[in-house]
């Protein structure tokens, strides 16, 4: 007998916890919290709050995307406290922050890895999806990866349109929530430009180490959708994802 | 050519419209500054209150924010103004508004009011008002509504019991459900929030819920908040739908944004009425609003966040709702910003809806990325209950695990009632107390007796 029926049988409290991941059966001092279920629930907070405010390893970032070529690039929006009034700031590159640069010909994929609203989940994931896709893609041609600071996810429609790019694919941190703080989403918009709408996007959200999607299952479902893409000229609500996705995630 | 102009220490100033006027005399928040239409000074800021508080209230029914040509809810709002409930205060300015609201007006004056007042005259006095007024008046103001329950009463506080669940978890819910009932919560409403919002989904989630509250006798009712057009849908189907849900905005372009028409919220009202399933009263409608659904639907018509919400009031008080609340912190905080913004926005909103005639109530929320913690929102919900708010929502431990934010806790609900001697509304009281749950003063009785009987008969 595991430790959660037995405990079931003698309290209903834990009967109630082990039924949902909401903070159940929590118990009270007086009207408030128990010291502990208090202190739990800030540290959550705290996480959460980090997840937001701190910066992404993008050394570490860019040693895991080793041997590919990279571009950094800024936003608009200067520091944080902008970047969280000013979304439309975070959707733009800085004045002149685009190198001088010359590719052989466009690339038919261009990933950008932006930071969003989860520095650590760039910082723990945003490598290994790229590193996972590369295999699955290798009959197209992939751009340089582009790392962008206090990034939006339209972000990627400038620079995707500045390389040429057929696709973009911007990976970026998800709004932190208090069970999972380190959530990565994927956007993929073909024929990229400034001002394209959300609605020509695909997302696939939840990539993170708590029950979310593993890299491989990512990478199995961004490049399925890439190469569908590619074949069908558009992202968006016209692009739904197909049954064969499970064999080809599974696999 | 400046429409709007006053002078301040000898500065002038001017507007071009009474839109960019109620903008700029808007106290601080990132949505308007986002939109680009807030006061650009702190100076400018309040020059523009003082041109405000020196125009006639009757401006708002002569020059409008939103043309009505092109919108339904100011169509709306003008065609059912009542000239005779306005005429008491018909000849005062937005300032002279302020202060008879703030010393004469009875609670009686202010509910035969209600129905003389537009949303701009409500938003424009309460740009003049400090936190503190909008509570003085706000606690003047009653209104009652009724389904299984009788909610608004003085000294009682309801709640929602909003128990979420990511994959909507029927064991799941049912457990948040009765860890709710254990702290006295749910007397407004047991309402969920679906993660899947379909017909087949909304059905079994409502299924679940009646099965609940039959087999315990329970005196409130419950939701499921699905779109409105799924509601009418099963309501056909047969499905035991207490109370129908939307979301509604102050434009018509953002209530197409959310799907939705006044005459899809008649319809649905009239289907809520027509099967009969209240015993106190008939109010069948649930109503949510947030400031800056707007603006982030790209439909604001460069008016403030704070202007739009008020006018969605307009569209909730033509349904007769039993409850309205706003998600006032739930946005983001690109349109409020910190926990000062909320608090204030909170307040507003109360102040707002409750002026207007609605049984307000509010989420008092925050999101991880706003610069907010539970502390503000401590703040807020005592404040609001002490302005005697309609309810106020509760998940449980505060994490909403669907939908990602933070709300109160069934223990924040407790606790307003155990300090202050708020009693959930009395069909409720009536069954806690029978419960064991709650003491003949509305106190949460000590030991887990109570709790444990629940529990123990749920078989979750």
Not at chain 1, 169 to 179: K, S
Not at chain 1, 221 to 241: C, D, H, P, Q, Y
Not at chain 2, 133 to 156: E, H, N, Q
Not at chain 2, 416 to 442: C, D, H
Request: aromatic content about 6%; proline content about 5%.
């Amino acid at each position: 007998m595991s430790d959660v029926t037995r405990d079931a049988k003698s309290d209903p409290w834990a009967r109630l916890r082990a039924a949902t991941p909401a903070r159940v059966g929590l118990g009270r001092a007086g009207a408030a919290l128990p010291t502990s279920a208090g202190l739990e629930f800030q540290f959550a907070h705290a996480r959460a709050r980090d997840a937001v405010h701190s910066s992404v390893d993008w050394a570490g970032v860019a040693a895991g995307l080793a041997p590919l070529d990279l571009i950094h690039v800024h936003s608009a929006a200067p520091d944080r406290p902008t970047y969280l009034r000013r979304p439309d700031l975070g959707r733009q590159l800085a004045d002149r922050d685009w190198p001088e640069l010359v590719l052989d010909d466009a690339p038919d994929v261009v990933f950008v890895i932006g930071d969003g609203l989860s520095a650590d989940a760039v910082t723990h994931h945003a490598a290994s999806v790229v590193q996972a896709c590369l295999p699955l893609l290798a009959s197209l041609k992939i751009g340089p990866v582009v790392l962008a600071a206090q990034a939006r996810v339209a972000i990627g429609d400038d620079i995707a349109s500045r390389l040429g790019a057929r696709l973009v694919v911007t990976l970026i941190g998800e709004r932190p929530g208090l069970t999972v703080a380190d959530s990565l989403g994927a956007y993929l918009t073909f024929a990229p430009k400034p001002g394209i709408k959300d609605s020509a996007r695909n997302c696939i959200s939840n990539i993170h180490g708590q029950g979310g999607l593993s890299y491989e299952h990512a990478a199995a479902k961004i490049s399925w959708l890439v190469k569908e893409a590619l074949v069908l000229g558009l992202t968006g609500t016209g692009l739904k994802e197909n049954a064969d996705l499970k064999s080809i995630g599974s696999s | 050519m400046a429409h709007y102009r006053g002078s301040l220490h000898g500065e002038t100033y001017h507007f071009d419209t009474l839109a960019a006027l109620m903008a700029a005399a808007t106290p601080a928040r990132s949505g308007d500054a986002l939109a680009g239409i807030a006061a650009r000074t702190d100076v400018e800021r309040v020059a523009a209150q003082h041109i405000l508080a020196d125009l006639p209230l009757k401006v708002f029914l002569q020059d409008l924010l939103v043309p009505y040509e092109t919108d339904d809810v100011t169509r709306l709002i003008i065609d059912s103004h009542d000239t005779t409930a306005f005429a008491p205060v018909s000849h005062m300015t937005v300032g002279q508004f302020r202060e008879w609201l703030l010393s004469t007006a009875t609670t009686a004056e202010l509910a035969a009011l209600a129905p003389g007042l537009t949303p701009e005259m409500a938003a424009a006095v309460s740009k003049l008002m400090r936190n503190r007024d909008l509570i003085t008046v706000t606690r003047k103001i009653r209104v009652t509504t009724a389904f299984r329950t009788t909610l608004g009463l003085p000294g009682r506080l309801g709640s929602r019991l909003q128990p979420n669940h990511p994959a909507d978890d029927l064991a799941g819910i049912a457990a948040s459900t009765l860890d709710g009932l254990t702290y006295g919560v749910g007397d407004a409403v047991i309402g969920i929030n679906p993660a899947t919002d379909n017909i087949p989904t909304a059905s079994a989630l409502l299924e679940m819920l009646e099965e609940l509250r039959v087999k315990y006798d329970i005196p409130t009712q419950t939701c499921v908040l699905t779109h409105v057009t799924n509601s009418i849908e099963m309501i056909e189907q047969g499905a035991p739908v207490d109370l129908v849900f939307q979301s509604v905005a102050g434009t018509q372009a953002a209530n197409e944004g959310f799907g939705v028409t006044l005459d899809m919220l008649n319809e649905a009202r009239s289907a809520a009425l027509s099967l009969g399933r209240g015993s106190k009263g008939n109010n069948v409608m649930y109503l949510e609003t947030g400031q800056g659904s707007a603006l982030s639907s790209d439909a604001h018509h460069g008016v403030d966040q704070q202007t739009l919400e008020a006018r969605a009031y307009a569209v909730c008080r033509a349904v007769d709702p039993l409850i309205v609340n706003t998600v006032v912190g739930f946005i983001g905080p690109e349109y409020l910003y910190d926990g000062k913004e909320i608090i204030r926005a909170g307040l507003e909103d109360h102040f707002c809806g409750k002026l207007l005639g609605l049984p307000m109530g509010c989420d008092v929320c925050y999101t991880n990325h706003a610069e907010a913690d539970q502390n503000d929102m401590d703040v807020l919900m005592t404040l609001l209950a002490d302005a005697g708010t309609h309810f106020l929502i509760a998940v449980p431990g505060a994490d909403d695990i669907m939908l990602n934010y933070q709300s109160l806790s069934f223990h924040d609900i407790a606790y307003l009632r155990n300090s202050f001697g708020y009693k959930a509304a009395p069909e409720f009281e009536t069954w806690l107390e029978k419960m064991g749950i709650v003491s003949q003063t509305g106190a949460l009785i000590d030991g887990a007796d109570a709790s444990m009987k629940l529990l123990e008969a749920a078989h979750v």
